[in-house]
């Protein structure tokens, strides 16, 4: 345990050395791909870059910035306008960056293209219902509207654009990734696009005409602390005007039409503008697995040694005392209600984002059965046993010492190897607030509907988790006694 606690002050220094330029980005096909321009123009300079790609929406990627776990990433002018600065009607740059300035943030290097909203329409239900702008919409309340959970949640979204047009839907929320193919299926009907995403020519989606002009210019920049190094801003600025519209949407296409590895597509694209030397390839497979898996072990168990060193303690110290074990017991179970996702999300405003919220909330799920399995065992103890050890003449730290705690350990083993198949599980989702792991690829792959890369990240994760319940197995016959293990104990 003493190990564990003298590892975690270095969780959130691991990542970001001195002198290294963190990258993020969102979790849509576009926002991975910028990025790895970015990460690799920066490379072929000498720049040391650390790639926190994938995080789960434009307030993630703020908090990051903010709290200096990314120093830069692609944003849109209107989303800035709307999300980050909450509202207003200008979105030229200069306006922004004055807004942006008491935040020690700025917009730089316009990349050249508008990508703005749009919705999409399964090109037969535009055909056969006669669907040309978006104010035709209002005359069709059968539809099935399908749009991302940012979208159908922020301001200027659904909830301005059903306002605006009048429109009477309630649409359901679905990850951007899958609601091309949810549309092709027929599942849906509509759907929130980007105008350069290359799966609308994929699927032939008709683009509704915005005709009350309710969305705003989306011009692409990149989002910087104002701490950022003028060599790396001197670089970054070579990308100025380098792409428009017809040019993002295709190299769109070659990741999600052609399958194309994102750093390979990236690195064509420097080549060919004479910005690199050579082209880069994706890293092996076996070196993502070693990387992901590692972080992933990281995660869970420096969560999951916190978890017994506070769980176990707190019920040594509280078992004798109903008034306090059951609130304790209470506060546990309440915890495991939240959902994972939402924990991680409520971490944020209180320590940043990337490891230390993951490890915070993965230490939360945990406590229950740890907790929980620990009371139980001590206060199911026959009563005998502590009369025998108080005729022996044992003080209460012996008694737990030498009876009740060797008594209660098959069970204490028992939740401990719950809480870190939870844990194991759980952390798959620490991708989105940018702590890495397994869940990385998954995310990745949902965000560019790859079932290749959800399954880099979902088969070892379950590997993880049958690896963790034999390594429990081993270290239960090595404590305990073969007539008390778990296995031989009535459930």
């Known amino acids: 345990m003493r190990s564990a606690l003298l590892v975690i002050p270095l969780v959130a220094m691991g990542d970001v050395a001195a002198g290294t330029v963190a990258v993020g980005s969102k979790n849509f096909t576009e926002s991975y791909l910028l990025a790895e321009i970015v990460c690799q123009l920066l490379e072929a300079e000498g720049h040391e870059v650390n790639r926190r790609l994938g995080f789960g929406g434009t ?231 070693a990387k992901n898996s590692a972080r992933h072990l990281k995660l869970t168990a420096i969560a999951l040694a916190l978890a017994c060193l506070f769980g176990v303690t707190a019920a040594l110290l509280t078992f004798r005392h109903r008034g306090i074990s059951g609130p304790l017991l209470y506060v546990a179970g309440l915890l495991q209600t939240i959902p994972s996702i939402a924990l991680l999300a409520l971490m944020i405003p209180l320590f940043g984002v990337g490891q230390w919220p993951a490890i915070v909330a993965l230490f939360l799920y945990s406590l229950l059965p740890v907790v929980r399995s620990t009371v139980t065992a001590l206060v199911s103890i026959d009563p005998v046993y502590r009369r025998v050890a108080a005729a022996m003449g044992m003080s209460r730290l012996q008694e737990l010492r030498h009876v009740l705690v060797p008594l209660a350990l098959p069970h204490i083993i028992a939740g401990v190897r719950t809480a870190a198949v939870i844990s194991i599980g759980t952390a798959t989702l620490a991708a989105f607030i940018g702590a890495g792991g397994l869940g990385e690829p998954i995310v990745t792959g949902l965000a560019l509907n790859d079932s290749r890369l959800i399954l880099e990240g979902a088969i070892p994760a379950a590997l993880l988790a049958i690896g963790t319940e034999l390594g429990f197995d081993g270290l239960e016959r090595r404590l305990v006694p073969a007539h008390m293990r778990s296995r031989n104990l009535a459930v």
Request: charged residues 25%.
């Open 59 to 289: 307030k993630v990627c703020y908090e990051a910035l903010i709290a200096g776990e990314i120093d830069l990433y692609p944003e849109y002018t209107g989303t800035i306008r709307e999300v980050i600065l909450d509202g207003g009607s200008d979105t030229e740059i200069d306006a922004l960056n004055r807004e942006l300035a008491p935040h020690g943030l700025r917009a730089v290097t316009p990349l050249g293209f508008n990508n703005t909203y749009a919705i999409a329409v399964a090109p037969e239900i535009a055909r056969d219902r006669g669907l040309r702008r978006i104010s035709d919409l209002a005359r069709e309340p059968d539809l099935g509207l399908g749009f991302s959970h940012e979208f159908r949640d922020r301001r200027d979204g659904w909830p301005g654009l059903a306002a605006l047009y009048e429109l009477p839907q309630q649409p359901s929320g679905i990850e951007h990734g899958l609601a091309y193919q949810a549309i092709a299926q027929g599942r849906i009907d509509v759907t929130d696009a980007y105008s350069t995403d290359g799966d609308i020519e994929r699927y032939g989606l008709v683009l509704l005409e915005d005709d009350r002009g309710y969305f705003p210019d989306y011009l692409a920049v990149l989002l910087t602390r104002n701490g950022l190094p003028a060599a790396v801003r001197q670089r970054v600025r070579t990308l100025e005007g380098i792409l428009d519209d017809a040019s993002m949407r295709a190299l769109n296409a070659r990741v999600v039409v052609d399958g194309q590895p994102i750093p390979a597509v990236a690195s064509e694209f420097l080549t060919a503008r004479g910005l690199i030397r050579e082209t880069v390839g994706a890293a092996p497979l076996w070196q993502r697995l």
